[in-house]
């Protein structure tokens, strides 16, 4: 039996469908998406922008989101005090890794980068798409948090995601579900996420889980940067990302954390081949 939606559910729907073309849609466009009457998408899109979610251009008439949502989080981002205070532990592994590094936070059942430090000064740099979410099943940091989850959670969420379009990531990705529980697999083993060549093509990532002993994992932190040099130095790398998701969890906010005692379990034992180098240049 269909699930009839509500006005609530449309309203959300059209925000995620209005943020994915931010150049702006034309109303016929939303209601063939959407699926509901013209009269019906007129009304909820003058709701919308009342209340100052979306604006309509008034030469094209096209409908496009505005920034009050972006506004909201990064107001309840910094609420969290996340950034704030994760921020210096994020700069130190920047530094002494001298590669591109990423923060996530756990929210809604989905990882969502929150925070980045840059400790590559010149070269082959790593500089990644501006993306929120994060592609579980291709990345260190989705490998990590899904390897901490029940078998059949780490599934159901990657099949709701999808493995996505074809030559959308690197050439090493995963493309069925048994591929990603040997991965899981090999994660849980080591204790920290690994991505060769699996989000990008030439690029190389290490990423270790954020949580305590009594709670669940919370964020994830990881270093990124070229295949040809971070295979090189991977053992030396994990080491430093394990250190650096200890001190994240000792300084993370305790409403997120709770009080347990924190523990990070893993060594660094990883081996993957290099691949070819990143056409990154700055």
């Given at each position: 039996?269909?699930?009839v939606?509500?006005?609530?559910d449309?309203?959300?729907?059209?925000?995620?469908?209005?943020i994915?073309?931010?150049?702006g849609?034309?109303?016929?466009?939303?209601?063939v998406?959407l699926g509901?009457?013209?009269?019906?998408?007129?009304?909820?899109?003058?709701?919308?922008?009342?209340l100052?979610?979306?604006?309509?251009?008034?030469?094209?008439?096209?409908?496009?989101p505005?920034?009050?949502?972006?506004?909201?989080g990064?107001k309840?981002?910094i609420?969290?005090?996340?950034?704030?205070?994760c921020?210096?532990?994020?700069?130190r592994l920047a530094v002494?890794?001298?590669?591109?590094?990423?923060?996530t936070?756990?929210s809604?059942?989905?990882?969502?980068?929150?925070?980045?430090s840059q400790g590559a000064k010149?070269?082959?740099?790593?500089v990644?798409?501006a993306d929120?979410d994060?592609?579980?099943?291709?990345?260190?940091n989705?490998?990590?948090?899904l390897s901490?989850?029940p078998?059949?959670d780490?599934?159901r969420?990657?099949?709701n995601n999808g493995f996505?379009?074809?030559?959308?990531?690197?050439?090493?990705?995963v493309?069925?579900i048994?591929?990603?529980?040997?991965?899981?697999?090999?994660?849980?083993?080591?204790?920290?996420?690994v991505?060769d060549?699996?989000?990008?093509h030439?690029?190389?990532a290490i990423?270790?889980a954020?949580?305590?002993?009594?709670g669940?994992?919370?964020?994830?932190v990881?270093?990124?940067g070229?295949s040809?040099?971070l295979?090189?130095?991977?053992?030396?790398?994990?080491?430093?990302?394990?250190a650096a998701?200890r001190?994240?969890?000792?300084?993370w906010?305790?409403?997120?954390?709770g009080n347990?005692p924190?523990?990070?379990?893993g060594r660094?034992s990883?081996?993957?081949?290099?691949?070819?180098p990143m056409?990154v240049n700055?």
């Amino acid at each position: 039996m269909s699930k009839v939606k509500s006005l609530i559910d449309h309203c959300f729907d059209c925000i995620e469908i209005l943020i994915d073309h931010p150049d702006g849609m034309r109303l016929s466009d939303l209601c063939v998406r959407l699926g509901i009457s013209k009269g019906a998408a007129h009304r909820l899109l003058a709701n919308l922008t009342s209340l100052g979610f979306v604006e309509q251009d008034e030469k094209s008439s096209l409908y496009r989101p505005t920034l009050k949502l972006t506004i909201l989080g990064q107001k309840l981002l910094i609420s969290t005090g996340v950034p704030d205070i994760c921020q210096p532990v994020l700069d130190r592994l920047a530094v002494e890794s001298q590669e591109f590094v990423r923060l996530t936070m756990i929210s809604g059942g989905r990882l969502i980068f929150v925070a980045q430090s840059q400790g590559a000064k010149g070269g082959l740099m790593y500089v990644p798409r501006a993306d929120v979410d994060v592609p579980l099943h291709v990345t260190a940091n989705g490998k990590i948090w899904l390897s901490t989850l029940p078998k059949d959670d780490a599934v159901r969420i990657v099949l709701n995601n999808g493995f996505g379009r074809p030559n959308e990531f690197g050439p090493n990705a995963v493309r069925s579900i048994e591929a990603l529980m040997t991965r899981l697999e090999e994660t849980r083993r080591h204790g920290f996420g690994v991505s060769d060549q699996e989000t990008e093509h030439g690029v190389y990532a290490i990423a270790a889980a954020v949580g305590s002993k009594e709670g669940p994992v919370v964020g994830t932190v990881s270093v990124a940067g070229p295949s040809i040099r971070l295979t090189e130095r991977k053992e030396q790398l994990a080491t430093m990302v394990l250190a650096a998701a200890r001190e994240l969890a000792d300084v993370w906010p305790a409403r997120f954390l709770g009080n347990a005692p924190i523990v990070i379990a893993g060594r660094p034992s990883c081996a993957s081949a290099p691949g070819p180098p990143m056409c990154v240049n700055r």
